[in-house]
């Protein structure tokens, strides 16, 4: 069983930033922006993926998500904890492993052969869900995945992600609208803070990363996404 760790959710934040800082996950691209799945363009990139390599990061990220699950929703409300494909699924079994519960993952789409299953695992009906992948942009994967834990019969209304881009406004209420409610342990508001107080970028990247922060979807389009 896991080891409670509550703190006040600002430090948890500004810890979790350090150690993304100290493991290099976060990338900022000087001369051509990154192009996301969505076409998005953004500056600035956080591989959350790094994370599994690093175990005393992994293992102090974890403490910190499980305890603000008790915290924040409870002891004993998940039956099971559900990785989306891929990224999610080893923060999945990491959390699954802290709340010693079942874990299964979903794919994006159905195999389309065999059982032509989205869920690997042993899922039952009326079974109480936790999703996990390692960040949330506009929430739309993870609409995806929660129909497909519902279409299987099961419930699914919590998701955790560690990361949280907190730049497009209505994130929270379109998850909401759904019935699905996302805790997290960081955003780039909190990246950014650390950055400006520990000079973890120049002057010129601060600047830029602020204006794409602040207007995500003008700064795209004005650098080649959409």
């Known amino acids: 069983m896991y080891s409670l760790t509550f703190t006040k959710p600002e430090l ?3 810890l979790t930033a350090k150690m993304l800082f100290e493991i290099e996950a976060v990338h900022f691209m ?5 192009i996301f799945t969505s076409g998005k363009a ?3 990139y956080i591989d959350c993926r790094k994370i599994i390599s690093f175990p005393r990061v992994r293992s102090t990220l974890m403490d910190f998500g499980a305890a603000k699950l008790a915290e924040n929703i409870g002891f004993e409300e998940f039956d099971a904890v559900a990785g989306g494909e891929t990224a999610g699924i080893p923060f999945a079994a990491f959390i699954a492993e802290r709340l010693n519960l079942p874990m299964q993952y979903i794919r994006k789409k159905s195999k389309g052969f065999g059982r032509d299953a989205r869920i690997e695992g042993d899922i039952q009906t ?3 869900i936790l999703l996990v992948e390692d960040l949330t942009t506009d929430g739309g994967s993870k609409l995806n ?3 497909a834990i519902r279409d299987a019969g099961a419930e699914v209304r919590h998701t955790f992600v560690i990361f ?3 730049i497009y406004k209505n994130t929270i209420s379109i998850l909401n609208e759904k019935d699905l409610r996302l805790h997290y342990l960081v955003t780039w508001w909190d990246m950014l803070s650390l950055a400006k107080k520990t000079n973890k970028f120049d002057s010129k990247t601060i600047d830029t990363v602020e204006d794409f922060l602040n207007n995500p979807i003008d700064w795209s389009q004005k650098n080649g996404g959409n």
Do not use: I, L, T
């Open 145 to 147: 995945f929660a129909e």
């Open 30 to 34: 000087s001369d051509k922006p990154f």
């Open 42 to 44: 953004s500056p600035v």
């Open 126 to 128: 009326g079974q109480r």
């Open 12 to 14: 948890v934040a500004e």
């Open 164 to 166: 949280y881009y907190d």
